[in-house]
């Protein structure tokens, strides 16, 4: 299937949200994680004492989560707000019954191939650096294929399989690009009948506004004001956007790159020297243009550290017209939120600061933010545990052992 990323409606994915999300944050282990119990499930999610109690037990029965009556000091020794003491509230934990799920991210230069457990943990991963172009569609997706299987450590049961591209992926589950060299290439039932199991697939910018909403620990707020919209922007290789509104993420109708960004990219300074099939923004044009001129740097943060004048002309050019391109997404979206995501906003500091600048000048009512790194990881963990993070009871049980 086309993955349509949304927060889960079944009421013990719901809670599972909760559960799961609520785990030290690794980018700053000083963060606490809030501490879930059948109180706060009842707040959160407006459920009452004896449903939260049917679906917790439910989730504990299956493996995925366990009971910790060792509570932090912070909180007291009580019942839940309402009853009549004795009982000593348990902190509620994911946990892994011996489950795994197989995400992918198929970049145009580099793949990313990861085993997860359900909580998005990474059990195993490989990266493989190879040009998708030089390859034919099919024997690509077959070598992902085969290699996602054999990713699954034995004894483990498959929970769930998903690949995210950096391409146009449309409803159908064809996927064109002109970076992989690809037209209507039939991505869906390929990986099918490769992974021998069924397989979501997802546009890369879609899968990380996903991972975004179904990572947060207060899904009810999300999806209401003063959070109900955001605009996710990522630029790398593909120069995209995806847009999430009232907790679902918008799948587009194409899934192609958004005209503005060529348009803007064709009469720049990286006009002349993209190369065949890149994006006019992307890194490889940029890097391609720094060669021209006479620069050494095999990466953007390669460029962002040297010192020379044109180094600096390049990448203030590229975020000048990124800036430009996404303010007139704002103008046509008026979201609340941006986060902005990728190696243009994360390998070059002060491009970052400049397009914040910029955007919070003509837009000062939005709220801005810059994704952590590793949105590649993210976008395979989104598609890999997306069945299981909507219906985690009926995936746990129909997971098959590797």
């Not at 019954?97 to 990313?112: C, D, K, N, Q």
């Not at 907790?247 to 587009?252: A, D, I, L």
């Amino acid at each position: 299937m086309t993955i349509a990323f949304a927060l889960p409606t079944d009421p013990t994915a719901r809670c599972f949200q909760l559960i799961r999300a609520a785990r030290p944050d690794p980018a700053d282990a000083a963060i606490a994680p809030p501490t879930v119990t059948r109180a706060l499930l009842q707040r959160q999610l407006g459920l009452s004492q004896p449903s939260v109690t049917r679906l917790v037990t439910a989730l504990i029965e299956a493996g995925l989560v366990v009971q910790d009556k060792h509570l932090p000091p912070s909180l007291p020794s009580a019942t839940t707000p309402g009853s009549r003491g004795g009982r000593r509230t348990a902190t509620l934990i994911p946990h892994n019954p011996g489950l795994v799920a197989l995400g992918a991210h198929i970049g145009a230069r580099s793949t990313l191939l990861l085993a997860v457990d359900p909580t998005g943990t990474v059990l195993a991963q490989r990266q493989v650096n190879f040009d998708v172009s030089s390859t034919p569609a099919a024997d690509t997706l077959e070598a992902i294929g085969h290699s996602l299987r054999s990713l699954a450590p034995p004894g483990t049961r498959i929970a769930g399989a998903g690949v995210a591209f950096s391409a146009a992926v449309r409803p159908d589950g064809t996927v064109t690009s002109s970076a992989y060299g690809w037209e209507e290439q039939p991505a869906l039932p390929l990986l099918r009948s490769y992974l021998h199991k069924d397989v979501g697939i997802s546009g890369g910018v879609q899968a990380l506004a996903g991972c975004d909403l179904l990572t947060c620990t207060d899904p009810i707020t999300a999806a209401a004001p003063p959070c109900a919209s955001t605009l996710y922007c990522y630029a790398r290789e593909l120069i995209s956007h995806a847009w999430m509104m009232g907790g679902t993420v918008h799948r587009p109708k194409t899934g192609s790159s958004p005209i503005v960004y060529d348009t803007l990219g064709r009469g720049s300074l990286f006009a002349g020297t993209c190369p065949v099939g890149a994006h006019p923004l992307s890194a490889s044009s940029i890097l391609s243009a720094a060669r021209h001129r006479g620069l050494s740097a095999q990466s953007v943060a390669d460029l962002a550290r040297s010192t020379k004048p044109a180094a600096r002309e390049l990448l203030d050019a590229r975020a000048r017209l990124l800036a430009e391109g996404l303010s007139s997404a704002l103008d046509t979206l008026d979201p609340h939120r941006v986060v902005l995501a990728g190696e243009a906003f994360t390998a070059d500091p002060l491009a970052a600061t400049r397009i914040r600048g910029i955007l919070e000048a003509d837009h000062p009512e939005v709220t801005l933010e810059i994704a952590p790194r590793g949105p590649v990881h993210r976008a395979a963990t989104a598609v890999a545990l997306h069945r299981l993070w909507q219906d985690p009871l009926s995936v746990a049980r129909r997971a098959e052992e590797v």
